[in-house]
């Protein structure tokens, strides 16, 4: 029987050896790289390569809703007549002729018709017939069946105007002024108001020195105005009736001249009412001293001839701040 060679068996066992040990090294190369740091899975938001990792992922923060006046966006007029509008316009004001009871049909009839390419006197007429409307459902005691805007409310125990009008979001003012209420002590309980769902907005043109109002969506009248004279114009965009902003007759002190005017002066600038506004977006954005106020001369009205703020007759500017509720209702400025 043959035999290796004694010498032949000696070198084949360190090669056995030699095999074990880089076994081994490949063993532990495949176990530090799974469970070892240079293994480890990191979850980053950053592609930054000098920025300190994150063991998890933080949601971002959600974008600041945009404010919106939520009014009638009414298109620009058209240099003619619109024979639709025609005929939408003749229905509306057959149901307010030949049926009373149609009045909240034929108002929200124009006001979705306001939304239609038209010219600017048909535009005129719908805006004079729905203000007229105004009278009738908005502007008394009366509630029509189907309103949505207008409804009732049984006064409770404990319960005060301010707070009603605040649950609705308008004004206290118009809340006595449709009741006939003299006072907000003479609310009393157990009686039946007429309440209105608020907020009202308002819409100002520069080109055209007009303030359009809205309830909610529904237009409800148009004002002349006065607004900031070269240099010192009226700044587009969005404002919202300061919280603190409404004041009868305050005491204002003029910015340029250093004045300072009380409301028994005979030479008073602001009129009847003051409507402080916070700008909000666009040019507006972070600007305040602006305010809707009344003048002491009418034949401001319709001109740029102010420091900047929107002027009113004193008439229309007592309503005005009896519609705008601080804090919620919007004040928009465009061309």
Known sequence: MAR????SRRRGRPRSRIYIILALIIVAVV???????????????????NAPEVNEITPPEPPEPRPELNVLDIPEPTAEDNPKVTELIAEAVAFTADMPGKIIEARDRLNETLLLPMSAQQRAYIKAQLSALADKWLFN??????????????????????????????????????????????LQAGETIKVINGPFHARVYRSTFTMDLFLQKTFVRSFPVGLGKPGMETPTGLWVVKPDGKHEKPVWKDPITGTTYYP????????????GLEGIEGQAKNRTGFAIHGTKDPNEIGTAGSQGCIRLHNGNAILVYNLLEPGFSKVEVVE
């Open 4 to 7: 290796y060679p004694r010498s």
């Open 31 to 49: 176990v530090a790289f799974i469970y070892k740091p240079f293994g480890k899975k990191e979850t980053s938001i950053t592609s930054d390569v």
């Open 141 to 186: 005691r009366t509630i029509f069946q189907g309103d949505k805007l207008c409804g009732s409310y049984k006064v409770k125990p404990g319960d005060q105007l301010r707070k009603i009008g605040g649950q609705f979001k308008v004004p206290y003012e118009i809340l006595m002024q449709i009741n006939n209420i003299r006072s907000p002590e003479a």
């Open 264 to 275: 028994e002066s005979p030479d008073y600038p602001l009129g009847s009412r003051w409507i």
